[in-house]
Structure formats: C-alpha cells, structure tokens
C-alpha cells in the first residue's frame, strides 16, 4: 500500500536510463514508500514491489515523453536526460533530474535548449559529432546525493 503523507510520484525516462541509476531508484522507491514508474518503449524488469510499476508504450519519437507529461502532476519529479522533456516538465510545475545528478530550474534549462539545438544544428552540418562523456561513477553518486536530498525534502524520511 503506498505511502498517503505525500503524493509524489517519480516517473522514469527509461529507455535511456542507465541500469545503475534504476536500482538507486527502485531502493529510493522502498526505503521513502515513494511510487515510481518507469516509462519505456520495451518492456523493462523491474522488482516486485508495491511502489514500482512499468508503463510500456508504443514505438514512436517522444512517445514515452508524451506518456510521462500526460500523467504528471504538480510537484511529481521526472527523471530524464532529455532537455525538451525537462523543460516541459518544469512548465507542468514538476521536478526534472538527469541520470548524471543535475536537477534542471527554469533559471537554466532555456540556456541548455539553446545548447541543444546549436549541437544539433552543428550534427547535422557535419561539423560536429555526436559525442557524450562515458557513465561514470562519480555520475552515479551525484544522482544519489541529489535523489536523496530531494527524497528527503519532500518525504522527510
């Protein structure tokens, strides 16, 4: 039975998400009694759990995206990578947090769209290739120090 002190409601960009920021996730979900979905393009293995489900939906660009923003609410937090979605998710008046520990505001997330698009700009010129930084654990343990002090804030557990 979920936890009724607070309603939030954790959605997971998953297609992305690395498999080590999930299992900090599904720990989050326990230890604070915190729903989490993850949302998927395939069907994901996720443990048996009261706060834990799966939301597959169908093949398509932003598909999972759309799904995650139609059934988000105010003060729920998304974890994405995704800086379109991020941003939609701050004008939905939600929480968006990357795989890598960076909890977007909508003091920077307008300057990271800019960035964004002049990258893509440059991909598609040829003139710049697409080159993100390895996962590393020092990624990881930024993810779990900012997962946790916002879990805290919100859950007071």
Same mark, same amino acid.
């Given at each position: ?5 607070? @309603? ?14 999930? $299992?900090? &996730? ?5 230890? +604070?009694? +915190? %729903?989490?979905? *993850?949302?998927?393009?395939?069907? &994901? ?8 489900? %799966? #939301? ?5 660009? =932003?598909?999972? =995206?759309?799904?995650?923003? @139609?059934? #988000?609410?105010?003060? =729920? *937090?998304?974890?994405?990578? =995704?800086?379109? /979605? !991020?941003?939609?998710? #701050? $004008?939905?008046?939600?929480?968006? *947090? @990357?795989?890598?520990? $960076? /909890?977007?505001? @909508? ?7 800019? %960035?964004?698009?002049? /990258? $893509? ?10 080159? +993100?930084? !390895? ?11 900012? /997962?946790?002090?916002? #879990? ?6």
């Amino acid at each position: 039975m979920p936890n009724t002190h607070h @309603s939030l409601h954790i959605w997971v960009d998953a297609d992305a998400c690395p498999v080590a920021i999930k $299992e900090i &996730l599904f720990r989050a979900a326990e230890r +604070t009694q +915190t %729903m989490t979905s *993850l949302v998927a393009n395939s069907a &994901l293995r996720i443990p048996k759990s009261s706060y834990i489900d %799966m #939301l597959q939906v169908g093949a398509g660009f =932003d598909v999972a =995206d759309d799904k995650i923003v @139609s059934l #988000l609410t105010v003060g =729920d *937090l998304v974890i994405t990578s =995704d800086i379109p /979605l !991020a941003d939609e998710v #701050l $004008e939905h008046q939600a929480y968006a *947090l @990357s795989p890598r520990g $960076e /909890l977007f505001s @909508s003091d920077t997330i307008k300057s990271r769209l800019q %960035m964004r698009d002049f /990258l $893509e700009t440059l991909r598609a010129s040829g003139i710049h290739s697409d080159h +993100t930084d !390895a996962f590393k654990p020092s990624d990881k343990q930024a993810f779990a120090n900012q /997962l946790d002090t916002f #879990l805290n804030k919100r859950c007071h557990v």
